[in-house]
């Protein structure tokens, strides 16, 4: 059965209220504070000793859990919003200014322990994201989980559909300024993206990749065994 629409709006309303109250307080006027304390009872979870700043939008914040000493910035915008949704955000997770984090129905975007977002950065459902831990992704990256269906050609694309495969980032991977991930893709772990590349497939592990489409140009393994050879 159904719940009525306006069920959504009534349980949404004490995430405007405190959201719009407590939202836009500097964080010299201890506005950090009693964001951490207040916005407790609407989150999914909301660990101590987390800092943020004032500026920030949250959206369907009862599917967004927060874990101990994370940052977020000022111009950050989390949209949890949607059915089964899940945001989800490790320790020591560093959110820079203005990334914008978003699902879909059905959608965990899991961001693990001591990962860094830098600015502007788009991380966007619906399928599923899991960046690991120890991760550095630069300012201006995009890692979109989702593909428009564009088959016939007489038909609006929008109207088309869209598949949804999802994304995974390993743990120690570094994206350099301006990467941008597709959907289906898995990074293994302690890759790097140089600036500006396109990964369409998948990364293989401890790999450095360049370029548009990415391709693999060495391995950070046979490097490390010359070094010590």
């Known amino acids: ?42 989150f999914a979870r909301l660990d101590s000793q987390v800092y943020i700043q004032n500026g920030v939008e949250f959206l369907g914040s009862n599917s967004i859990e927060i874990c101990k000493q994370v940052f977020i910035f000022k111009g950050v915008r989390l949209d949890g919003r949607g059915e089964n949704n899940q945001i989800y955000l490790g320790n020591k997770v560093a959110i820079e200014r203005n990334v914008d984090i978003g699902c879909l129905d059905g959608t965990s975007i899991y961001i693990d322990d001591e990962t860094f977002i830098g600015p502007n950065v788009c991380i966007a459902g619906p399928g599923n994201i899991k960046i690991g831990k120890h991760c550095m992704i630069a300012s201006h990256c995009g890692i979109y989980a989702n593909n428009h269906t564009f088959t016939n050609p007489l038909e ?74």
């Open 156 to 229: 609006p694309i929008r109207n088309q559909g869209i598949t949804r495969q999802g994304i995974v980032i390993e743990d120690d991977c570094w994206l350099g300024h301006g990467v941008s991930v597709l959907d289906g893709v898995t990074i293994g772990q302690g890759s790097v993206i140089g600036a500006g590349a396109v990964v369409t497939k998948d990364i293989p592990p401890f790999s450095v990749a360049v370029g548009i489409p990415a391709k693999v140009i060495k391995s950070r393994v046979s490097e490390e065994i010359g070094m010590r050879g």
């Open 1 to 42: 059965m159904k719940k009525p629409k306006f069920s959504a709006k009534i349980q949404r309303f004490p995430e405007i209220l405190l959201t719009t109250l407590l939202g836009d307080i500097p964080a010299i006027a201890l506005g950090a504070k009693l964001r951490n304390l207040l916005y407790r009872s609407i």
